[in-house]
């Protein structure tokens, strides 16, 4: 007879998969949160900040010695239901709230993390399984939400989070109200390991769980990015579940190897070849934490304090890389910014080769803590199948013959406003307004971290029922977008000159058919050019590529004011400033101008494309203002 009790979760199980999944949520909520800070007050104020959120775990030890380890454990849990409710519910929501509720998920990581060296979860490669099998659901509940992080939303989405968080309260009730062990404390070295769990999760944001990185890489959608991420951590728990800690160093560190080498990888392939590898890496990373974590294999559950210091420095350490990244985007790291995902795949390694021995204790009777993390991913697949299979290619109707169109150039801020919310749905809004033929976005993200980890691209393509060309500028997860509603004739993207940087720019180009008449649609985001001729190089590049082709339009965030000699090179190319031609000259673009007039927007077009109601629309969804004009084929 086939005893159901080992396939039943421990409460163990539930709480750290439901705490994973709320947890990582937040941290993607809260990284947005931070780069708006460092908008509004700077950088040392958001590096601040983000040291003392992901450093929390280290106050967790002072919390048990003035609560007790069960209050420490309730507190620590009840903070973080209340605070994510709150995050789910005030909106906009406040940077100290996003705040307030990582520190509570990661003093509830702290009180899991040192249980996990329990018998019950045989020395923590059980909590591995957990913590994968929760960012498999986050990642589900992603590609069901579009790719838009629930937290963000309101309406009938939010009943997800409360459901997470009851399922969560109910598990934590389970463990504390059961018999408390003792707590003994180990050497710093055989914890020193859990800190694997940031890099980890440094990979998870960076690459490996980041949907919207896939959907850019394989051309594909929110749904098969979600496929692609989703199998790769189901695989991940299966491998640690067969494997637990039982790995040989020896082993380890060919599988350290071989997943710096995919890493390493990764950011250059496409296609079906980014697939295969996105799905390997997770499992080999997957299989190194949960030897990292098995380390040790004491039946005693070490004490918080030790393992609150293992997890700071794993956090720290997924902060630093996770903000130097972004930083590298925008401003060149003097190595290769592969050298920080292939350090931290290195670094599981590393905590995957410590030292082990073997367990004293046999396993808790009657329970099989590999249960749920081996069993959950099939049948979460089949759910994942069901929800997301019905998604389907945007339909776009054809336009017909008309003469006319009218284009929305706008600079979107990688989706984040000047508070740090990621705000997808107020973009739309604004586009819509104008009931657009055509938009030329700049800054869009797919997939940066400080954009809420999003890919506006799609989410934009789906909501406003428009084809979209994308041209990738900085990295592969940050670019150029043009959507439009007629057929595409033609497409092209062309890389602009480097010159002294500091960021890689390019431009994105499309044809179309008005009324039998082919039409160019160029969109771009050039330097700034203070100090250097770059800006001079990368108009050169555009005028040379599409300076000389009939019934065209360039437009994009061209970094450049009215009065800079750059306007001469458009001009002399035959192109018009429509905002000179027919709107206010004088008129910002710039949601809160530096000086009046402050407008490095622009829009031009050839002469023999009539151009007439000019707008610069106003909305609080980007730094920038969204231009707009009709545009008529004579």
Same mark, same amino acid.
């Given at each position: 007879?086939?005893?159901?009790?080992?396939?039943?979760?421990?409460?163990?199980?539930?709480?750290?998969?439901?705490?994973?999944?709320?947890?990582?949520?937040?941290?993607?909520?809260?990284?947005?949160?931070?780069?708006?800070?460092?908008?509004?007050?700077?950088?040392?104020?958001?590096?601040a900040l983000a040291t003392f959120v992901f450093a929390a775990p280290l106050a967790y030890p002072g919390l048990a010695w003035a609560l007790?380890?069960?209050?420490?454990?309730?507190?620590?849990?009840?903070?973080?239901?209340?605070?994510?409710?709150?995050?789910?519910?005030?909106?906009?929501?406040?940077?100290?709230?996003? &705040?307030?509720?990582?520190?509570?998920?990661?003093?509830?990581?702290?009180?899991?993390?040192?249980?996990?060296r329990s018998v019950r979860f045989e020395g923590g490669t059980g909590f591995a399984a957990a913590a994968i099998l929760g960012m498999a659901?986050?990642?589900?509940?992603?590609?069901?939400?579009?790719?838009?992080?629930?937290?963000?939303?309101?309406?009938?989405?939010?009943?997800?989070?409360?459901?997470?968080?009851?399922?969560?309260?109910?598990?934590?009730?389970?463990?504390?109200?059961?018999?408390?062990?003792?707590?003994?404390?180990?050497?710093?070295?055989?914890?020193?390991?859990?800190?694997?769990?940031?890099?980890?999760?440094?990979?998870?944001?960076?690459?490996?769980?980041?949907?919207?990185?896939?959907?850019? &890489?394989?051309?594909?959608?929110?749904?098969?990015?979600?496929?692609?991420?989703? #199998?790769?951590?189901?695989? &991940?728990?299966?491998?640690?579940?067969?494997?637990?800690?039982?790995?040989?160093?020896?082993?380890?560190?060919?599988?350290?190897?071989?997943?710096?080498?995919?890493?390493? @990888?990764?950011?250059?392939?496409?296609?079906?070849?980014?697939?295969?590898? !996105?799905? #390997?890496? +997770?499992?080999?990373?997957?299989?190194?934490?949960?030897? @990292?974590?098995?380390?040790?294999?004491?039946?005693?559950?070490?004490?918080?304090?030790?393992?609150?210091?293992?997890?700071?420095?794993?956090?720290?350490?997924?902060?630093?890389?996770?903000?130097?990244?972004?930083?590298?985007?925008?401003?060149?790291?003097?190595?290769?910014?592969?050298?920080?995902?292939?350090?931290?795949?290195?670094?599981?390694?590393? &905590?995957?080769?410590?030292?082990?021995?073997?367990? $004293?204790?046999?396993?808790?009777?009657?329970?099989?803590?590999?249960?749920?993390?081996? !069993?959950?991913?099939?049948?979460?697949?089949?759910?994942?199948?069901?929800?997301?299979?019905?998604?389907?290619?945007?339909?776009?109707?054809?336009?017909?013959?008309?003469?006319?169109?009218?284009?929305?150039?706008?600079?979107?801020?990688?989706?984040?406003?000047? !508070?740090?919310?990621?705000?997808?749905?107020?973009?739309?809004?604004?586009?819509? #307004?104008?009931?657009?033929?055509?938009?030329?976005?700049?800054?869009?993200?797919?997939?940066?971290?400080?954009?809420?980890?999003?890919?506006?691209?799609?989410?934009?393509?789906?909501?406003?029922g428009m084809r979209y060309v994308w041209a990738p500028a900085a990295d592969g997860r940050f670019g150029n977008l043009i959507l439009t509603?007629?057929?595409?004739?033609?497409?092209?993207?062309?890389?602009?000159?480097?010159?002294?940087?500091?960021?890689?720019?390019?431009?994105?180009?499309?044809?179309?058919?008005?009324?039998? $008449?082919?039409?160019?649609?160029?969109?771009?985001?050039?330097? $700034?050019?203070?100090?250097?001729?770059?800006?001079?190089?990368?108009?050169?590049?555009?005028?040379?590529?599409?300076?000389?082709?009939?019934?065209?339009?360039?437009?994009?965030?061209?970094?450049?004011?009215?009065?800079?000699?750059?306007?001469?090179?458009?001009?002399?190319?035959?192109?018009?400033?429509?905002?000179?031609?027919?709107?206010?000259? +004088?008129?910002?673009?710039?949601?809160?101008?530096?000086?009046?007039?402050?407008?490095?927007?622009?829009?031009?077009?050839?002469?023999?494309?009539?151009?007439?109601?000019?707008?610069?629309?106003?909305?609080?969804?980007?730094?920038?203002?969204?231009?707009?004009?009709?545009?008529?084929?004579?």
């Amino acid at each position: 007879m086939i005893d159901l009790r080992r396939f039943t979760p421990g409460a163990a199980t539930v709480a750290t998969a439901a705490g994973t999944a709320l947890g990582v949520a937040l941290i993607r909520l809260f990284i947005p949160l931070t780069f708006g800070l460092r908008e509004t007050r700077g950088t040392l104020p958001a590096a601040a900040l983000a040291t003392f959120v992901f450093a929390a775990p280290l106050a967790y030890p002072g919390l048990a010695w003035a609560l007790g380890p069960r209050g420490a454990r309730l507190a620590s849990a009840a903070g973080l239901g209340v605070a994510t409710l709150g995050v789910q519910f005030v909106h906009p929501v406040p940077v100290w709230l996003g &705040a307030v509720a990582v520190v509570f998920a990661l003093f509830s990581w702290t009180f899991l993390l040192a249980d996990a060296r329990s018998v019950r979860f045989e020395g923590g490669t059980g909590f591995a399984a957990a913590a994968i099998l929760g960012m498999a659901l986050d990642t589900v509940v992603q590609g069901f939400a579009g790719g838009w992080d629930i937290l963000w939303q309101t309406g009938p989405v939010a009943t997800w989070t409360v459901m997470v968080v009851g399922v969560f309260a109910l598990a934590i009730w389970r463990l504390v109200t059961g018999p408390d062990e003792r707590t003994r404390e180990v050497g710093l070295a055989r914890v020193l390991p859990m800190a694997a769990l940031g890099s980890f999760l440094a990979l998870q944001i960076l690459i490996l769980g980041n949907v919207a990185f896939v959907d850019a &890489a394989i051309g594909g959608s929110v749904a098969a990015g979600t496929a692609v991420v989703f #199998a790769g951590q189901s695989a &991940a728990c299966v491998a640690i579940g067969v494997l637990g800690a039982r790995s040989r160093a020896g082993v380890a560190a060919v599988g350290t190897g071989a997943l710096v080498l995919v890493t390493w @990888a990764i950011p250059g392939l496409h296609g079906v070849g980014l697939a295969v590898a !996105m799905v #390997a890496g +997770s499992t080999m990373a997957g299989a190194m934490l949960g030897t @990292a974590l098995g380390r040790g294999g004491e039946p005693d559950r070490p004490g918080a304090r030790r393992t609150a210091m293992a997890l700071a420095i794993g956090m720290v350490g997924f902060a630093a890389v996770v903000f130097a990244d972004q930083i590298d985007a925008v401003s060149p790291l003097p190595f290769d910014p592969r050298v920080l995902t292939a350090a931290t795949a290195a670094a599981i390694g590393l &905590a995957a080769m410590a030292p082990a021995r073997r367990p $004293t204790a046999a396993r808790a009777p009657g329970r099989d803590p590999f249960a749920l993390p081996l !069993m959950a991913p099939l049948v979460m697949l089949a759910v994942a199948a069901l929800v997301l299979g019905d998604t389907a290619p945007v339909r776009v109707p054809d336009r017909g013959t008309e003469l006319s169109l009218r284009l929305v150039s706008w600079n979107v801020h990688a989706g984040v406003d000047a !508070m740090g919310q990621v705000a997808p749905d107020r973009i739309a809004g604004a586009i819509e #307004a104008q009931a657009p033929d055509v938009v030329v976005l700049q800054e869009v993200s797919r997939g940066w971290p400080i954009g809420g980890g999003l890919d506006l691209a799609s989410w934009l393509s789906d909501r406003l029922g428009m084809r979209y060309v994308w041209a990738p500028a900085a990295d592969g997860r940050f670019g150029n977008l043009i959507l439009t509603r007629f057929p595409i004739v033609e497409r092209d993207m062309v890389e602009l000159p480097y010159g002294a940087g500091p960021q890689q720019r390019s431009a994105v180009a499309i044809e179309f058919e008005v009324a039998g $008449t082919t039409l160019t649609v160029v969109g771009t985001h050039l330097e $700034t050019g203070t100090g250097t001729d770059t800006r001079a190089q990368q108009i050169a590049a555009l005028t040379r590529a599409f300076g000389d082709r009939p019934h065209t339009v360039i437009a994009g965030d061209m970094n450049m004011q009215p009065g800079d000699d750059d306007v001469a090179a458009f001009t002399g190319a035959g192109l018009v400033s429509v905002q000179d031609a027919i709107g206010v000259p +004088s008129e910002p673009t710039a949601r809160d101008p530096v000086f009046p007039g402050d407008r490095v927007d622009w829009i031009f077009a050839t002469s023999d494309l009539r151009t007439s109601e000019f707008e610069i629309a106003h909305s609080d969804a980007s730094d920038h203002l969204p231009l707009a004009v009709t545009i008529t084929v004579d």
